[in-house]
């Protein structure tokens, strides 16, 4: 066991044999290294956030996306649904007409008529309604003009007079315009 005191040239030299010359470059390189670190470490957190940032914007983009398809899957339901309803009430119509044949047309067309309000219950409880448009000023927002017909005196220009085919709103949007006669 060496137990001697160091010289002076001894001095500021470390367990690896490093001179007091030295230590300063080494302690440059190691602020060097530090500072280079913190340029990635910040690099890599900007990075971080404008991914999280991206992903956010992801997620509520496809939540748009899929509520766009839920409403538009929707819609086109409730399109379809309506074509069954407009046969439905023009069997009615057909029923109502064959009534005074017996009582077997009248029994049919009850049931039709049932049928019809059960359609019509389970359509306003998801929210369709009828669009009422007899004697109502025309609007191109909601109706659809197929034919104009003279004006009668109890009618004025631009009213509609007659419904071809029903109209229904969902919501507060128009689900199909109604197909009117306006009076001209």
Known sequence: ???????NGEIGADDTGESAAEAPSTL??????VARLRG?????????????????NYRKQAARQREDAVAVTR?????????ALDTLERAIAHAGAA?????????????LRLAHRQVLERL?????????SVGQQFDPRVHEAV???????TAK?????????????????VLRPARVRVAQ
């Open 157 to 173: 220009v631009g009213t509609v007079v007659d419904e071809v085919q029903r109209g229904y709103f969902v919501g507060d949007e």
């Open 75 to 83: 819609r086109s339901m409730l399109i379809v649904i309506l074509g």
């Open 147 to 153: 034919d104009a017909v003279p004006a009668a005196e």
């Open 124 to 132: 306003a409880s998801v929210g369709v309604r009828v669009m009422e």
């Open 40 to 56: 990635e470490a910040d690099r890599n957190w900007q990075q971080f956030l404008r991914a999280a940032a991206d992903l956010e």
């Open 99 to 111: 009534a005074g044949e017996g009582h077997a047309a009248s029994v049919i067309g009850d049931g």
């Open 28 to 33: 440059e390189s190691l602020q060097a290294d």
């Open 1 to 7: 066991m060496d137990q001697r005191r160091p010289t």
